[in-house]
């Protein structure tokens, strides 16, 4: 019989993914020694007289006897402090005990109180240093003492366990929790089976208690603050271990399993015996004082745009927010070594900003806002991170060099700068004069400047005055090439121009056509001729090239300037699955056949986030690439890997897109993000937020956000979701299992359209739960599935399960006017674990799988918005929403989240899991795609697919070869885009420890593009 409660054990059999990376970690302990330090000590007496000896002795036995006192007495096996104080190197020095080793980034606190380990529950792991000898570890009798705070309550959860709970296979202990009662388990020799011995009353998460489990051979306690709270007798004799275990402090971890503490950790002690409730009481009492009293749980603060985190300089940022009303508030930020500053006036006002100055480099800053208490409880945003790591700009030229500015050369330079408008990426300086010119443009700019000069005295000279202005090696460089070909990749400068030919009015020794190639698409820029500059040579020079092309200025000598285009055949990947059209086909002509590499580099995977949690793609139009970290924003010259712009946007996530839609979409050169109730639009080439949208209201007491977000030139398309509608994935979340909170499909009450020139409403559609999803936008139309079940419609969240979102219609609007087309009802229930819809050539495809993991996919006639008025069409091709064709099929993968698949769309051709299909007819045409895993999916142009296999991969629709690029891979999602003519895989591995080596950005360019001529 036992007082309190007991807990099934975890289920059985868990799945043990081959390639998630969320394997064990092995350790093991070895046995505590004991040492003694003596003192020197001065004698009077000579060294060798026997007192002497005498004195020694007395003194190693004096100093001993506690020793052996404590270890016969207390039987202290090992003790843990998380005071800063205890870090050594990446690990925790123990009182006693083995050493800890702390593996991602927990955080170790000081002030305010009380010294601890902060844990967010996330890929932190603390776990025990070296060879674990279990004779070491407790046999019979055990005690296992924690001070804990739970922020996050958890099915399971650890403190400090040795444990192994797979199936039948049940052995060792365990100190943690179960739901929301703290739980000791363990399994003995008598018992077999571990008994999770839970408390009887619940824990309040965010505060701290004194977690206490015994067992002395046949009684098990749990003690809550000095007092029992659980006790059983179901336990008897020795402890039963599993032959290994991982010895973890900090979360529920054996071989197939681990479940990570959210919350803090302020001591641990494991004794091999059972202590007895007098001495708990006492320990108990000895620390209660150092941690807070339980106080009133804070509310949430959700400021209403914001907080952003912009650089100022490599040790200034500054951080801006907004409030819905005039609100004072503050900032609370918390230093690396865990003091706290206060920030900000505290002015009553809608606009906050505060400059933080003096930041380390490499280091983590915490920080959350604070708005005035209500009543007696607290009001405070979540905390939020900045991380000093992620500064990318170049160095900057210092205002103290030693040379002297050549004011000529600063005029010339600051107008290129002007007449171009690059100020960022690669610079190619072709034949040098003294240098000068070459310098202001690094010092007027973000610009790394490469000097190329085939005279040995000129390029001593440069480099001497380079190395005086402290751009040597750091923002310039100049090198001995006399051409005529260049060792320099294709399409990667943004800027070349001819200091040699701006001073004497000669031609470059290089062909136009090798500048040509040197230049990027979508506007990198020559800049040539000058004062004394011969137009006709430098006209016969362009002759025969693109640059022939340039625009001439001939006031005050000749000046050419050329502009490159966007590459012919370049497609663009601007929204989640390529285009509006939803079919991950970026139209792309150009990406196929041998890629070799263009570039690599940052972003790397610390800033990414877990590659589990279904993140929304990168994205890329007009020579640019975006992509979204974990709550951090990047703008990437798409040809050369530079980063253009970075911000920390700790309210700006999105995950599961499975069942949601991304908050991003690109068009010419703005991103459009949506954030909160807003969708705002940066600069794709600096950053800047310079417009700023607001979803309609839906009433004062119903607030709303921003949900889908789709981007055109003449327009913006948005839908409005209820507050906390959004998945998040902060806790690794994979979202492929049939659960509720994993399939829930995020659905919006409102479509609507504006103009994104003057922010100009265009119409909005109200009508049922709309499918985040499905939301499909394709000549002219927009499509979408809706659920018309009262229930849904009014229900208080956006997420709803399948079984509220019954009634389903599918839907065509003209896109331009808003208005309803055609709808066809349709049952489309069996789609289960996800709902996708795309558009293609005049069909609307719907598809999903059910809960057994079969495919039904469902094709519609979408005829076009404006028919002409004659032209011989039969009836049947006029009628929207007529069903053209359907297909079932068990999904072929059998690897995880093989039964997720997002379709392919390549003209008339639908890719579905292993298959291919004429798009309008459903005819089956291949049923052995090239085999990839199930944890990414495909993306693809026109001539080429591309997915994760255990690398990143190609498939070759001409050849039908694929290709892997091995030794990197890609996330468990969309992570390879198509677009301008090159392959561009960003960093979306982070977190995973699968068979691969490298983790960075990469940029691949076709082999048939390199070198080419146009």
């Known amino acids: 019989m036992s007082e309190g409660t007991t807990a099934s054990a975890p289920a059985g059999s868990r799945r043990h993914r081959e390639a998630d990376g969320r394997g064990p970690t092995g350790t093991r302990l070895a046995a505590p020694v004991a040492t003694v330090s003596l003192p020197p000590s001065r004698s009077l007496l000579p060294a060798s007289h026997p007192m002497n000896r005498i004195v020694a002795t007395l003194l190693l036995l004096l100093a001993l006897v506690p020793l052996v006192a404590r270890a016969q007495e207390i039987g202290l096996v090992a003790h843990w402090d998380f005071s800063p104080d205890r870090s050594q190197n990446s690990g925790i020095r123990p009182i006693a005990g083995a050493d800890l080793s702390l593996v991602g980034k927990p955080r170790l606190l000081k002030d305010p109180g009380p010294p601890r380990i902060e844990l967010p529950g996330r890929d932190e792991k603390i776990v025990v240093s070296g060879r674990i000898d279990r004779s070491s570890l407790p046999q019979k009798d055990i005690t296992a003492e924690a001070w804990v705070r739970v922020d996050r309550v958890a099915p399971w959860g650890g403190f400090v366990g040795y444990v192994q709970d797979n199936g039948d296979f049940e052995r060792g202990w365990i100190l943690g929790s179960v739901n929301a009662t703290f739980s000791f388990g363990v399994a003995t020799e008598g018992g077999k089976r571990l008994t999770y011995l839970a408390s009887r009353t619940p824990f ?138 206060t920030l900000g006036d505290g002015a009553a006002s809608r606009s906050h900003a505060v400059v933080l100055d003096g930041l380390e480099r490499d280091r983590e800053y915490h920080y959350r806002l604070v708005a005035p208490n209500r009543g007696d409880r607290p009001v405070v945003s979540l905390r939020h991170v900045f991380d000093t790591s992620f500064y990318y700009r170049p160095a900057t030229v210092s205002a103290a060099a030693k040379t ?95 200091e040699s030919g701006l001073a004497d009015g000669g031609v470059p020794t290089i062909p136009a056509a090798e500048v040509h190639r040197l230049l990027r ?25 693109p640059l022939a092309g340039a625009t001439t200025t001939t006031e005050a000598g000749a000046w050419f300037a050329f502009k490159r285009a966007r590459l012919a055949g370049g497609g663009e990947w601007g929204h989640q699955y390529g285009g509006p059209d939803n079919s991950s086909c970026s139209q792309d002509e150009l990406v196929h056949g041998e890629l070799q590499v ?70 010419g050169d703005t991103l459009y993000v949506a954030h909160g109730r807003h969708c705002l639009g940066f600069d794709g080439q600096t950053g800047e937020r310079r417009v700023r949208f607001h979803v309609p209201t839906a009433g ?87 659920s018309r079940n009262p229930g849904a419609v009014n229900a208080p969240g956006s997420r709803l399960a399948n079984e509220e979102l019954t009634d389903q219609h599918l839907v065509a609007l003209d896109l331009r006017t808003g208005k309803r087309l055609w709808e066809k009802a349709h049952d489309f229930g069996q789609c289960q674990f996800m709902t996708y819809l795309v558009y293609g050539r005049n069909t609307v495809v719907v598809t999903g799988t059910d809960r057994n993991k079969n495919y039904h996919t469902f094709a519609f006639n979408a005829p076009p918005a404006t028919r002409p008025a004659s032209g011989g069409d039969d009836l049947a091709s006029a009628i929207g929403g007529r069903v053209l064709w ?80 091995e030794g990197i891979r890609s996330g468990c999602w969309l992570g390879l885009i198509p677009a301008g ?34």
């Not at 500015?405 to 040098?432: F, K, T």
């Not at 800049?527 to 020079?541: E, I, K, M, S």
């Open 404 to 498: 002297t500015p050549d004011a000529g050369a600063a005029a010339i330079a600051g107008r290129i700068l002007r007449e171009s408008g690059v100020r960022d990426g690669y610079c190619l300086v072709l034949g040098a004069a003294d240098g000068h010119l070459a310098l202001e443009l690094a010092r007027q700019s973000q610009l790394q400047v490469v000097v190329v000069e085939s005279a040995a005295p000129r390029v001593a000279a440069v480099r001497r005055l380079f190395g005086e202005a402290g751009v040597q090696g750091v923002r310039a460089s100049v090198q001995v090439l006399a051409g005529p070909d260049l060792p320099y990749g294709d399409l990667f400068a943004n800027l070349v121009v001819s």
């Open 981 to 1014: 003519g090159f392959l561009l895989a960003p960093e979306t591995s982070a977190g995973c420890s699968c068979t691969h080596a490298i983790q960075t950005s990469v940029g691949y360019i076709p082999k048939s593009l390199a070198k080419s001529q146009p």
């Open 598 to 667: 263009a570039w690599w580099g940052d972003p790397g995977p610390r800033p990414m986030p877990d590659r589990g949690n279904r993140n929304p793609a990168p994205l890329s139009t007009a020579g640019r690439l975006y992509v979204q970290g974990n709550r951090i924003l990047f703008g990437i010259d798409a040809y050369n890997g530079t980063i253009l712009w970075n911000v920390s946007a700790p309210e700006v996530r999105r995950a599961n897109v499975t069942r949601d839609c991304s908050n991003m979409a690109s068009s």
């Open 886 to 965: 359907s297909e079932s099929h068990h999904e072929d993968k059998g690897h995880h989240s093989g039964h997720l698949q997002h379709p392919v769309v390549i003209g008339d051709v639908f890719y579905s899991d292993q298959r291919s299909f004429n798009l309008a007819t459903g005819e089956t045409l291949r049923r052995d795609l090239p085999e990839r895993r199930g944890c990414g999916i495909m993306s693809a142009g026109k001539n080429a697919i591309f997915f994760r296999h255990h690398f990143q991969s190609m498939w070759d629709l001409e050849t039908n070869q694929r290709t892997q690029f």
């Open 204 to 341: 309040e998460t965010n505060r701290w208690y004194h977690v206490v489990g015994t067992y002395d051979g046949t009684l098990q306690r749990v003690y809550v603050d000095g007092i029992v709270a659980a006790e059983s007798r179901d336990q008897s004799g020795p402890i039963l271990y599993p032959p290994s275990a991982p010895f973890v402090v900090g979360a529920y971890q054996d071989d197939d399993e681990r479940h990570p503490l959210a919350g803090a950790l302020s001591e641990i002690r494991l004794y091999r015996r059972a202590l007895a409730a007098d001495e708990i009481r006492r320990h108990f009492e000895a620390r209660r004082a150092l941690f807070p009293k339980p106080a009133p749980t804070p509310l949430v603060f959700r400021p209403d745009y914001g907080p952003f985190v912009d650089w100022r300089d490599r040790s200034s940022a500054v951080v801006t927010w907004e409030t819905e009303d005039a609100t004072p508030t503050r900032l609370e930020l918390e230093l690396p070594g865990g003091n706290q500053r």
């Open 521 to 545: 698409p979508n506007g990198g820029f020559f800049f040539g001729g000058g004062p004394h500059a011969d137009a006709a040579a430098w006209r016969r020079w362009m002759a025969g090239s």
């Open 700 to 786: 004062a007491d119903a607030p709303r956000d921003w949900g889908y977000v789709a981007a055109g030139e003449s327009i913006l398309v948005g839908s409005r979701v209820k507050r906390e509608a959004p998945y998040l994935g902060d806790d690794g979340e994979w979202y492929e299992e049939y659960a509720p909170d994993q399939v829930g499909r995020v659905t919006s009450d409102l479509l609507f359209a504006l103009d994104p020139r003057d922010g100009r409403p265009q119409w909005e559609y109200r009508g049922g739960a709309i499918l985040n999803s499905t939301i499909t936008i394709g000549d002219g139309m927009i499509f979408f599935l809706e």
